[in-house]
């Protein structure tokens, strides 16, 4: 079964800027879509971002419109998430996940990456 592992979270003051990794086992981002989540204490896990196999289209929260950027490195089998504009209210662990199809939803998402913690200071 693919891995992911995520990476590049940690502390940031409000108004930084942080970039996550995902990397794949294998060479899966061509074939797959592939999303963020995130799930913030006390809170169930909530869509951030998703990109299709072929990073034509992209999707966002309404909560990180225009502040988050998703992509992602076929050749590397490394996604990426771009997160500027930081707000407390982003502190929480990020995760990414793969689907054969776009999508938005949890439940159609799998092969899910440990985490990787998120803070934003205010």
């Known amino acids: 079964q693919v891995q992911l592992a995520e990476s590049g979270g940690g502390l940031v003051q409000a108004g930084g800027s942080l970039r996550l990794s995902c990397a794949a086992s294998e060479r899966i981002f061509s074939t797959y879509a592939m999303g963020w989540f995130r799930r913030a204490p006390g809170k169930e896990r909530e869509f951030v971002a998703a990109?299709?196999?072929?990073?034509?289209?992209?999707n966002y929260a309404d909560s990180v419109k225009g502040r988050f950027t998703i992509s992602k490195d076929n050749t590397k089998s490394t996604a990426y998430l771009q997160m500027n504009g930081l707000q407390a209210e982003d502190t929480a662990v990020y995760y990414c996940?793969?689907?054969?199809?776009?999508?938005?939803?949890?439940?159609?998402?799998?092969?899910w990456g440990q985490g990787t913690q998120v803070t934003v200071s205010s």
């Open positions: 996940a793969v689907t054969p199809t776009m999508s938005t939803s949890e439940s159609d998402f799998g092969s």
């Open positions: 990109i299709s196999r072929g990073s034509t289209r992209k």
